[in-house]
């Protein structure tokens, strides 16, 4: 269960709890304590690689430009740096910070000397920083599943099944595959609050030992389930949506992988299949046409609702 909110006149568009593409969920939380400096590790994992490689950048050239500025103070404690040279003292500064020691320039007395071992040490802390974050951030499990581009409602074997297709879209295998369908919709309690809720939508097969083809998950629409008599309107009038959640284990990363993918109205469509993407050549081989994965025909003999 949701938050719940009062009725009120006007119709608000709510945006999708699985959004697609570039598109996110967009919350505010007022109130809430905010934790970013507490909680920054998890800040510098969930943000994207161009903001990741920006921020140690910035960081990278802020701390050189501090202890140029205090090498820069202590002037002529850098042996063979020119007089009033603010781009030797910055480039002493980018050399120890890293190590490097050119030999060209080197620092003459104590205080300089103290200098430097308080940004050596400031260094391998930095770098160690950020090559543990980069790391990481690769090593996180990743999942390339495929999820069909609509989902369809046509008959199996004479009842109305509610299907989906999804693929592993890379070589290996992903085993021990297990998926959840919910769907989430609007419901107005008797007191007038209307209330978002979740629904579990069964599935013929909710789980499959290894996934290294393509899958068509297929939810049976009979009297006991919350599409029972649904229409591509009353998705639209309820706000709907659709939520798959599938986790499996990665036989090449040997990890748990996790992917999740949504549906909405208009993107489900009613007496219509999906096209045959399998394939068994003379030789045995198993063909997979990834050109009609989201390719849909409208079931014959059937008007669409």
Known sequence: MMHHEKKTASVRRRPRLVPRGKDSFQVVRIGRRQFWFS????????????????????????????????YWMDAGGIENARPNSFLDVYFFSVQTMATIGYGKMAPKDIVTNIEVTIEALWGFTFFAFSTGLAFARFSRPTARVLFSDIAVISEFNGKPHLKIRVANERLNRIVDVHVGLVLLQN??????????????????????????????????????????????????????????????????LSQTIHVRHSYV?????????????LNRRDDGVVEVNYNKFHSWEKEKGKKEK
């Not at 599409?227 to 599938?246: A, H, M, V």
């Open 39 to 70: 909680d920054l590790y998890v800040h510098m994992l969930s943000m994207s690689w161009i903001s990741y490689i920006v921020l140690i950048a910035t960081l990278y050239f802020l701390s050189n430009l501090v202890f140029a500025g205090i």
């Open 187 to 252: 419901v107005m309690t008797k007191e007038g609050y209307q209330m978002r809720r979740f629904e579990d939508l069964t599935l013929v097969r909710n789980h499959v030992p290894l996934l290294q083809l393509t899958w068509t998950l297929m939810h049976p629409i009979d009297e006991n389930s919350p599409l029972w008599g649904i229409t591509q309107e009353k998705l639209r009038e309820r706000e709907d949506e659709i939520i798959i959640s599938l986790s499996g284990h990665d036989d090449t």
């Open 265 to 277: 109205a208009d993107e489900i469509i009613c007496n219509a299949f999906f096209e045959d993407v």
